[in-house]
C-alpha cells in the first residue's frame, strides 16, 4: 500500500510534489512553468499516468475536471481512499463556467464526493491558483508531522513498555535466582543446629552453605558487571600474566567438577614467542570461567579441549590477539536456540535451566567484557547431542623487557624474612558497625597471626587510630555516625599516615575511585575472599604470602 512508500521519502518531498493533470498541452505547460519555481511538479494529460504517481507520494492534486472521465474518478477515489487514515490528498478541480451549468453531471456529482476537496472556477488568476495550491501543500505537511509526533509517540510509549516489561523480567528473574540459593542457606544452617547430625552430614551442610553463598556472590558480581558494561562504564586494567599458569588456575578450580562427571579436560597450546601476556585478569579469566565451566555443567560425558593461540596484531605490533577456543562433547544447541543465546536471562530451553541451573548472564556478560577487551565471544559451531565450540578473543599487550624480568623476579620472592605465618603480630584496626563482620574479620586474621582490635564507627576509628599503633586500618564506608570516607579523610588531615584498606559492601562503579581519592590505599568488596584480604592486607604491608 501507500503508507510504506509514503514513509520512506521525507515530509518535505511529499509535500510539496503537486501532480498536474490537464487536458491542454499549452494550459499543462503554463501551469508546470508557473509552479514549479517554489515547489515539485509533475504533470502529464494521461489520466492514469497521474493516477500511478499517487503511489509513489503526492502533496496536492490539481485537476482540470474535462481531463478527467468518470472512469478516472471512480478509480482516483478509490486510490484516495486506500490512503491511511491520517493521510487526507488535497485535490484542486478546476471547473469551466459550463461545468458549474452541469452540475447534475455524474463525473461531477462524484468529484464532489471525495475528500478535501476544493474548485476553483475559471477563468481564475494563476496567482490564486498558487496561493490555493501553496495552502494546500502546507495543510498537507501538517498532516505529515502529526503522523511523525503520532509516530514518535508510539515508538516512546512501546519503548517504554517494553522497558517495564523488561524490568518486571528482570526482577522476576533475580527474585527467583536470588531466593533458590538463600533458601539453601537459610535451610542448611536451620539443619547445622539440630543436635543429632552426624560429621558427614555436618560437613554436607557447610559444603552447600558455602556452595550457594558463593553461587549469590556470582550473580551479584555479574550483575554489577553487566551494568557496567552496558553503562559504558567499564574500564579495562592491564597486568602482567603467564598465559599458562592463569589457565592452569582455571582448570584447577573447575577440576573437581570435571572430574566428579569423568569428563576430561585437555589444552592445546598453538606455539607462540612469548608465555607472557600484558590483559586484563581478572575479567580474561571469569570470561574462561563462565565458557569452561558452562561446558562441563552441559557435558555429560566425553571431553573438553581447550585450544589456546596468538596472532600478531597488524596495526600494532605491541599488541597481538589472544584466541581460545573451547570445544566440547555436550547437549549442544540447535540454529533457532543459537539465536538467543547472548540474551540476558535467557538459556536456549527452559528444561535447561531445570536440569543444569543458571541465570542466563554468564555468555552475555561473557561476550560484552570481550567485547570490551577489544575482541568477542562468539559460537563456531554448535550441533545437538553432538556439542559445541564457544571461540573467545581478545586484544593483549606484548610485556616489555623490564616487565618479563619483573614478573619473573616477582615470582622468586620468598618469605623467609617472616614468621611462616603471613600476618604474624600484625597490629590491625576493624571498623565496621556489624558485630557478625567484625567477629568474622577478626577470626579470619587471627588465624593467620595477626592481633585484633575492633571499632564500631568512624569517630572510634578516629580515637583509637591516632591513639594507638596499628599497622593497618581496615574501613567499612557506610556506619552510623560517621562514615568510612569521613573517617579516612580526617585522619588523613590528622597526617595519619598508615594503610588503611577500605572493606565495603559498595561495589559500584565509582566506589573505587572514591575511596582511593578519600586516602585509602586498597579495596576490598564483601563477601569477603580470604585470599584476596590477606594478599591485599600483605601488599600493603610490604609482607610475602604465597
Request: charged share 25%; hydrophobic share 40%.
Amino acid at each position: 500500500m501507500v503508507v510504506e512508500g509514503l514513509l520512506k521519502v521525507s515530509v518535505k518531498k511529499l509535500s510539496e510534489r503537486v501532480l498536474i493533470l490537464l487536458n491542454s498541452s499549452v494550459d499543462h505547460e503554463s501551469f508546470i512553468q508557473a509552479l514549479s519555481n517554489s515547489m515539485e511538479t509533475f504533470g502529464s494529460t494521461s489520466a492514469s499516468k497521474i493516477l500511478s504517481e499517487i503511489d509513489k507520494g503526492v502533496g496536492v492534486l490539481l485537476v482540470s475536471k474535462e481531463a478527467i472521465s468518470y472512469d478516472a474518478v471512480i478509480k482516483l477515489s478509490g486510490a484516495l481512499n486506500a490512503q491511511p487514515t491520517w493521510s487526507n490528498i488535497p485535490v484542486v478541480v478546476l471547473l469551466n463556467e459550463q461545468d458549474f451549468a452541469k452540475r447534475n453531471d455524474s463525473t461531477f456529482k462524484l468529484l464532489k464526493t471525495l475528500r478535501n476537496l476544493t474548485f476553483l472556477e475559471r477563468p481564475v488568476p494563476m496567482s490564486t491558483v498558487k496561493s490555493v495550491v501553496q495552502a494546500a501543500l502546507a495543510e498537507r505537511k501538517r498532516q505529515f508531522e502529526v503522523h511523525d509526533l503520532l509516530n514518535t509517540l508510539e515508538i516512546s510509549k512501546k519503548e517504554a513498555t517494553d522497558a517495564n516489561q523488561a524490568k518486571s523480567n528482570f526482577l522476576a528473574n533475580m527474585s527467583h535466582e536470588i531466593r533458590t540459593p538463600l533458601a539453601a542457606i537459610l535451610g542448611y544452617s536451620e539443619l547445622l543446629v539440630e543436635p543429632n547430625i552426624t560429621d558427614i552430614e555436618r560437613q554436607y551442610y557447610i559444603d552447600s552453605v558455602r556452595r550457594n553463598g558463593n553461587l549469590m556472590v556470582s550473580l551479584v558480581d555479574n550483575i554489577l558487571d553487566l551494568s557496567k558494561v552496558e553503562s559504558g562504564k567499564f574500564e579495562v586494567e592491564s597486568v602482567e600474566v603467564s598465559i599458562k599458569e592463569m589457565i592452569s588456575e582455571i582448570i584447577s578450580e573447575l577440576e573437581p567438577a570435571a572430574a566428579s562427571k569423568k569428563l576430561r579436560l585437555m589444552i592445546n597450546y598453538d606455539s607462540f614467542r612469548s608465555d607472557l601476556i600484558v590483559t586484563d585478569v581478572i575479567r580474561l579469566k571469569q570470561i574462561l570461567m563462565n565458557i569452561v565451566g558452562n561446558a562441563i555443567k552441559f557435558t555429560l560425558n566425553g571431553t573438553i579441549h581447550l585450544k589456546v593461540g596468538t596472532e600478531p596484531l597488524v596495526a600494532n605490533e605491541n599488541k597481538m590477539h589472544l584466541n581460545i577456543e573451547v570445544t566440547d562433547s555436550g547437549i549442544g544447541i540447535s540454529d533457532e536456540q543459537a539465536k538467543t543465546l547472548f540474551r540476558p536471562f535467557t538459556q536456549a530451553d527452559n528444561s535447561i535451566t531445570r536440569k543444569f541451573g543458571g541465570t542466563g548472564l554468564g555468555l552475555v556478560l561473557s561476550k560484552k567484557l570481550a567485547q570490551a577487551m577489544g575482541g568477542d565471544l562468539i559460537l563456531k559451531r554448535s550441533e545437538p547431542s553432538k556439542g559445541s565450540t564457544f571461540k573467545i578473543t581478545t586484544v593483549v599487550g606484548r610485556p616489555s623487557h623490564d616487565q618479563v624480568t619483573k614478573f619473573n623476579t616477582m615470582k622468586d620472592v620468598t618469605p623467609d624474612k617472616f614468621h611462616s605465618l603471613p600476618l604474624y603480630k600484625l597490629k590491625i584496626l576493624i571498623v565496621d558497625d556489624s558485630q557478625d563482620n567484625q567477629f568474622l574479620i577478626s577470626h579470619l586474621l587471627k588465624m593467620y597471626g595477626a592481633d585484633v582490635e575492633t571499632a564500631d564507627d568512624g569517630v572510634m576509628a578516629i580515637e583509637k587510630a591516632t591513639r594507638e599503633n596499628y599497622e593497618i586500618v581496615l574501613m567499612d564506608i557506610q556506619m552510623p555516625k560517621l562514615g568510612g570516607l569521613e573517617a579516612t579523610t580526617e585522619l588523613r588531615r590528622q597526617r595519619y599516615f598508615k594503610p588503611i584498606v577500605a572493606l565495603t559492601a559498595n561495589a559500584l562503579k565509582g566506589d573505587r575511585e572514591r575511596c582511593f581519592s578519600a586516602g585509602c590505599d586498597g579495596y576490598l568488596t564483601k563477601p569477603i575472599q580470604r585470599n584476596e584480604l590477606i594478599q591485599t592486607i600483605c601488599d600493603v604491608s610490604r609482607r610475602p604470602f604465597n
